[in-house]
Every structure is written in C-alpha cells, then in structure tokens.
C-alpha cells in the first residue's frame, strides 16, 4: 500500500475511524424546502461514506444564522428529519459523520434575518464579501448590526439547541464552525470586533463566546463528541488580527483544556475555503505551529494532495487529513488514494446550487470526469 500511515484508525472521541482521510465541511446549496436536507444530500453523503469522517456542511444554528441560499440548517423538525434520513444513509453504508454547526453573523444579508434589520456581528464592520439574498441575487454588502450584550446568551443557546438536535438527527458529533469569518471567528479577531463589553477588548473576552459555546455544547451532548475549527491567519472575507500569533495560541491553549474530540485547522492564506489552487508560498504551517499546544487529535486542511497527505501524517504533524474539493470530484476518494489511481478533476461551476450535475454525478472510480 503506497500511503500506509492515512490508513491506520485513528480514535476521534467517542468514534473510531478506519482511516484518516476526512471529507472536509463543503456548503453545496443544494437543500430543499425550509432549508431541509433532501434524498438527493442523503445520496450525495452516502457516495462519500467510506471516508475516515464525513463533516457534514456549515449548517445554519438559527434562522439569524442563515447566510446562503438553500443553505441547510438544524432549527426546525422537518431539518432534523431530512439530516436523520442523511445520517441513515451514511450510517448503513459503514460511515461515520459529523454536523458543522454555523452562524454566518456579518457575511449574512437582511433577506435571511427573521425581521428583515442588518445582519448581526459583534461590531457594525463590514466583511469584504459579495452579499447574497435569501433568492441568490448579488448585492452590495451590508453594514451588520452590532449585538446588543442581551442577544448574545440566546445565540450561545442556539448552538447548544442545534448540538443536541443534530445528535437526535443521528449525527455522531458537532463541529463547530469557528473558522473561515463566521460570526465565532468574528468575535475572536479584533478586526472585526472592537466590543467594550465582556466579549471584546482583551483576547480572554474576545474568546468567550466561543468557550461559553463549546461549555454549553460540551454539557448537551459531550465533549468527546465535540470539534471546533479554525483558520488561524486566514483572510476571507477580511477577517483580521492585530497579533493572530498570540490569539490563536491562546484559544489551542484553552481547547487542549478540554478534551475535544479533535482540533480542525485550515492551512494557508487564500486557500482557505478552497479558493485558491495551491498554498501560498509565504503561508504559516498551522499544523506544524500549533501542534505542540495541543495534545488531542488535529486534523489539519487545505490544498493537500495523496501526498503531501501521506507525509504529513508520517510526519505526525497532524492526525488526519480533511479534503474538500477532491471529495466533491472523488466520491470514492479513500479507494483511489489506496490504490494510486488517478483524482478525478472537480468542475468549480457546480461547486454552489443545483441538483445532480457536479454533485452526486461524478463517477465513483476510474475513468476521468469531464465536466463538459
Ligand atoms: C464549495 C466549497 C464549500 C465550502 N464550504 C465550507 C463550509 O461549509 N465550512 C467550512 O468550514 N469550510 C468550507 N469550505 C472550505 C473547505 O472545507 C476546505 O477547507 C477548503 O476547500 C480547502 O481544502 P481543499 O484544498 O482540500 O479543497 C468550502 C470550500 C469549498 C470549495
């Protein structure tokens, strides 16, 4: 076997895997009605269940939460029940999954908010991302409305809400998406959060809404079914820290606390959310960084190739591996790696909305998709 190392098991908490080659969160916008997950994500989900872990989309917590168009979300019953026929499907084909828990915060648009006002943050600081309406048209971006100190206790709840609802839809953890300029990593940066209330100023009060979530999370379902992602460094959408050393240092520190079921980290600017094609050369290794400050398990994500893969986890730089547009285009993404089969190339204008085309279409192995 070429890449021994990716595919011995590796114990994530409460689960363990088979192998260490993670489906990475990947928003599709293909939900149905309501914002419920449909057969067609229960189909697309169980193509990939042979992958170690499957971390299910960023799915909205709330209404509030939403941010794009047939984004799916965990709030309503007809939510839970289209991700339990997701889970099901997974899980009769040997998989295992976890649900990105997600609050879009300032990257929203008043479309989505349940009484129409500007999308909320923890500062009234645009992102620098395109808008988008609830019905898909770009607009320019809004000006989000500053959390008053009362609205933030029942947003922490919203994430506890969803973490149980999500173990009720048969998930096997939460992950907690902190990363990428979601509204948990807009109230960690100070770039985005200039708050003189308890949850901003000092990093102590910029990190305490994430902790008071993953508390409350960690009381509702346990921590061993909990993971949190971040993107230390990263950009999108002009997220940004005056000393992003010392705050992300200082949030692993207080995780490694915690006994999470793992740490997720994005690695390198600009391919953070798969944007770019290659690392930048002047990126920071996250995993390397921060692998000393957390004793758990780490997966570690983006622009990796078999490869790099493989040597990484030689390296025990990280655990696991995430990959998120090779398992759009791979379904079957761990089988080719093992037998050194040619990757399937993904087609960037299927990534976001649609049905079957560049979703559940692509072919499980051998021959080469051509997207045209
Ligand atoms: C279509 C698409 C959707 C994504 N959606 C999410 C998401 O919902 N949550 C998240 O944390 N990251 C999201 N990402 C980032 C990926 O999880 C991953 O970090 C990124 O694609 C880099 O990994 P890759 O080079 O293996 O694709 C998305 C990326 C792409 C391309």
């Excluded at 009362?150 to 994430?159: G, H, K, L, M, Q």
Aim: hydrophobic share 35%; charged share 20%; aromatic share 8%.
């Amino acid at each position: 076997m070429p890449y021994p190392s990716l595919f011995e098991p590796l114990r994530l908490g409460s689960i363990t895997l088979p192998n260490r080659i993670i489906m990475a969160p990947l928003t599709r916008m293909r939900a149905g009605d309501g914002n419920a997950p449909t057969a067609l994500n229960a189909e697309y989900y169980a193509q990939r269940a042979t992958a170690g872990l499957i971390i299910a989309e960023g799915t909205a917590v709330s209404q509030q939460g939403q941010g794009y168009p047939n984004a799916p979300g965990i709030y309503t019953q007809a939510q839970v029940d289209g991700w339990k026929a997701v889970t099901d499907a997974v899980h009769s084909k040997g998989g295992r999954i976890f649900l990105q828990i997600a609050h879009n915060g300032r990257n929203s648009h008043s479309s989505f908010m349940p009484d129409g006002t500007a999308p909320v943050a923890p500062s009234a600081i645009p992102p620098t991302l395109p808008g988008f309406t609830s019905d898909g048209r770009q607009v320019p971006i809004e000006t989000p409305r500053p959390l008053r100190l009362e609205e933030i206790a029942p947003i922490v709840a919203s994430f506890v809400l969803a973490s149980r609802k999500a173990i009720q839809a048969g998930f096997d953890g939460v992950e907690l998406q902190a990363s990428n300029s979601h509204l948990i990593d807009q109230f960690l940066e100070d770039g985005s959060n200039t708050r003189s209330d308890t949850y901003g100023g000092s990093i102590v009060n910029r990190m305490r809404f994430l902790l008071e979530i993953t508390e409350g999370v960690t009381a509702a379902i346990g921590s061993e079914r909990l993971g949190v992602r971040l993107s230390p460094f990263g950009q999108y959408g002009g997220i940004c820290d005056s000393n992003p050393m010392r705050l992300f240092l200082s949030i692993v520190e207080e995780l490694n606390k915690r006994t999470l079921a793992y740490l997720h980290l994005i690695e390198g600017r600009g391919s953070e959310i798969g944007l770019g094609d290659a690392l930048h050369e002047d990126a920071l290794n996250n995993a390397k960084i921060f692998r000393p400050h957390f004793e758990g398990p780490l997966i570690s994500a983006a622009a990796y190739t078999s490869s790099s893969a493989s040597d990484t986890v030689r390296a025990e730089t990280a655990d696991a591996i995430a990959f998120g547009r090779l398992f759009i285009s791979n379904p079957d993404l761990v089988k080719r790696i093992a037998a050194d089969r040619p990757l399937s190339p993904y087609d960037r204008s299927t990534f976001y909305g649609g049905q079957e085309k560049g979703y559940t279409d692509y072919p499980p192995s051998g021959s080469r998709y051509d997207p045209r």
